[in-house]
């Protein structure tokens, strides 16, 4: 896998976590199954065979680093 930057994530603050309690804070997500298909989706990946899943964000400004740790920075915007 490769990751290009953190948005709205932080290794250090979800360590420990498991994948629904990752991603808690979506809004209306959970209600409609999407983090139900996304684990689907990712655990069916298989080694050898390419494949691809876009992420997204929305943010206020172009800031790339929108962690927990840097909420300070970019939460009043």
């Known amino acids: 896998g490769m990751v290009t930057t953190q948005a709205d994530w932080s290794l250090d603050f979800d360590i420990g976590?498991?994948?629904f309690e990752w991603?808690?804070?979506v809004p209306l997500a959970h209600e409609k199954g999407i983090f139900t298909r996304a684990?689907?989706?990712l655990t069916n990946i298989q080694?050898?065979?390419?494949?691809r899943r876009l992420n997204w964000t929305m943010t206020i400004n172009?800031?790339?680093d929108t962690s927990p740790e840097n909420y300070h920075k970019w939460g009043s915007d």
């Open 17 to 19: 976590m498991n994948f």
């Open 23 to 25: 991603h808690a804070p």
């Open 39 to 41: 684990l689907k989706f």
């Open 47 to 51: 080694q050898g065979k390419p494949a």
């Open 62 to 64: 172009p800031r790339l």
